[in-house]
């Protein structure tokens, strides 16, 4: 009788070939990866920095006021630059 009756087989794979070798291509300066994809220079102006807000003197918006000093009073509201 066997020491151990529950003999599992090896979990590696046995017959694994190392003699093929790893060939990987030269870099090459007319490969499709190195083509430029950069515009052509422009001088005409952007359309968002054509149409930008121009600066106003609307007053900021007021301060936060509570009536009793609790922090959870105070509800954060973003300032209306319209």
């Given at each position: ?32 990866a190195?083509?430029?994809?950069a ?16 600066p ?27």
């Open positions: 009788m066997p020491a151990n009756e529950y003999v599992w087989p090896p979990i590696v794979a046995l017959d694994v070939g190392f003699d093929a070798a790893v060939t990987e291509p030269l870099p090459s300066a007319t490969s499709p190195f083509v430029a994809v515009a052509e220079p422009s001088a005409t102006v952007f359309a968002p920095a054509a149409f930008a807000l121009l106003t003197a609307t007053p900021a918006a007021p301060a936060a006021v509570a009536p009793t000093p609790a922090a959870s009073a105070f509800t954060p509201v973003a300032p209306s630059l319209l």
